[in-house]
């Protein structure tokens, strides 16, 4: 159960007969690691060959197939290393799918002794963690929802007040042929609009989400991993039209003094960066290469 992984695998490849071996459930090493989630012990089930299908075949004294297995959920286990709980949902899921696609179809519709079929298991083992992971998820788009609300009103007014004003009479940019004009102009538009979508993103999250297991497998984190890159990228953009607007101000006056609120004003950028850039990999990681236990499929 706990998993010493490089001693099973100089046994197995020692005795091969030993993966045939019950326990006194009717279950062998390799449901054993799907049970605890022991990746790479599983992972050996595609060095046995033709005995990677008389394995998933085996039904313990319950009533369980493989897939009833990978529905049970007891914590802690190693592959729940992951921030948050709707990371370990996704784990979760994708360890079930990846069990469910070497199993026998009829296992998927299959009963164990208590009347309930794999999914059934897994919804019933799960009810928990689901409901901590709508709370994970609502409370982390509650508080970016905040921000990009107050970055959208930021930009907003921020693209109507021009850097040094307007001609008499017509309306035109005073600086309007300075480049730092024009990367003002472009900053705030991509300001605007990925604040927009930052707060879409998180809107949907809250409001039209249904917080389906299933739903945890890639379109909710898609959703979070989406807004949180939109209002990392808005907050970019907002520095530099800030940095631009600073250029124009004082283009006749710049030197190392004055270039020290440039330095201080992309800080937040940084610290953002800083505080959600584990959040984020482990998010792109899980969603866009959604493989644990059978990555040595592959």
Known sequence: ???????????????????????????????????????????????????????????????????????????????????????????????????????????????????????????AEHKTLLEEAENWMKRRAESCSIVATLAIAGVFQAAFTLPGGTKDGKGTPNFHSKIWFHIFVMSEAIAFSCSCISMLMFLSILITSRYRENDFLKLLPFKLILGLLSLFIALTAMMLSFSSNFFLAYRDRINCFSMLPIILVFLPVALYLLLQCRLMGDILYSTCRPRFLLEGKY
């Open 1 to 123: 159960h706990s998993g010493n992984f490089k001693f099973l695998a100089v046994l197995i490849r020692s005795y091969p007969d030993l993966v045939h071996e019950l326990d006194e459930e009717d279950r062998s090493i390799f449901h054993i690691a799907v049970m605890h989630r022991h990746a790479e012990t599983f992972k050996l089930i595609y060095e046995i060959g033709f005995s990677k299908e008389l394995i998933a075949t085996y039904v313990d004294k319950s009533g369980n197939n493989l897939l009833h297995l990978a529905a049970q959920y007891s914590n802690p286990k190693p592959i729940s290393k992951v921030p948050g709980a709707a990371l370990e949902m996704q784990r979760e899921l994708i360890t079930f799918k990846e069990v469910e696609t070497i199993v026998k179809p009829s296992f998927k519709e299959m009963k164990n002794n208590d009347g309930k079929t794999p999914w059934e298991l897994f919804t």
